[in-house]
T-cell receptor, first 114, second 114 residues
Framework: GAGVSQSPSNKVTEKGKDVELRCDPI?????LYWYRQRLGQGLEFLIY????????KSGLPSDRFSAERTGESVSTLTIQRTQQEDSAVYLC????????????FGQGTRLTVV | AQSVTQLGSHVSVSEGALVLLRCNYS??????LFWYVQYPNQGLQLLLK??????LVKGINGFEAEFKKSETSFHLTKPSAHMSDAAEYFC????????????FGRGTSLIVHP
């Protein structure tokens, strides 16, 4: 596609339920990032995929969070047993490998846990 | 390790006035620096980036930024603000010290008064 695509754009879920967020990166981009943006806050790094290397999971806030990526394509971020503090916009970005390359962002998934 | 500090969570200017958004970074190795803009309910869009070529970087929409190593700064400026510039602005740093994962500042909300 022309840009990074995320789905759904909005998700309302009940506390305790699991949710799955999807990201389709730009074709050819080997790097993929997930960030969380709480209301009025900056971007909080969650996880980074680079090609076939082991992902950098150092930003995941708890073991309720996990993510997968199939090759250099689609990624899914899963949040189990959602809590109200998980409410945020989840942003996905992709880029070519290497330093200094621009990260292209999707429009985000707004997650609301009620 | 790498980090970014954006001074001022909100900056208010009159239309036609100079825009100055401040960003200071910390990096133990030569950094790459970025400014992104986020309009309401949208993802982040790159304004400009510094990748060690020229210290004065020009970006889209009349914005520019100057890399000053001695001051560890990368402030964003625009000579004359437009109403359409009202948005959230994020400074980001990436480097080999951070596995080239962009680290973002908390953001600065630019308010433009008529």
């Amino acid at each position: 596609g022309a840009g990074v695509s995320q789905s759904p754009s909005n998700k309302v879920t009940e506390k305790g339920k699991d949710v799955e967020l999807r990201c389709d990166p730009i074709s050819g981009h080997t790097a993929l990032y997930w960030y969380r943006q709480r209301l009025g806050q900056g971007l909080e790094f969650l996880i980074y995929f680079q090609g076939n290397s082991a992902p950098d999971k150092s930003g995941l806030p708890s073991d309720r969070f996990s993510a997968e990526r199939t090759g250099e394509s689609v990624s899914t971020l899963t949040i189990q047993r959602t809590q109200q503090e998980d409410s945020a916009v989840y942003l996905c970005a992709s880029s070519y490998a290497g330093g200094g390359t621009e990260a292209f962002f999707g429009q985000g998934t707004r997650l609301t846990v009620v | 390790a790498q980090s970014v500090t954006q001074l001022g969570s909100h900056v208010s200017v009159s239309e036609g006035a100079l825009v100055l958004l401040r960003c200071n970074y910390s990096s133990s190795v030569p950094p790459y620096l970025f400014w992104y803009v986020q309009y309401p309910n949208q993802g982040l869009q790159l304004l400009l980036k510094y990748t060690s070529a020229a210290t004065l970087v020009k970006g889209i929409n009349g914005f520019e930024a100057e890399f000053k190593k001695s001051e560890t700064s990368f402030h964003l400026t625009k000579p004359s603000a437009h109403m359409s510039d009202a948005a959230e602005y994020f400074c980001a740093v990436s480097s080999s010290g951070g596995s080239y994962i962009p680290t973002f500042g908390r953001g600065t909300s630019l308010i433009v008064h008529p």
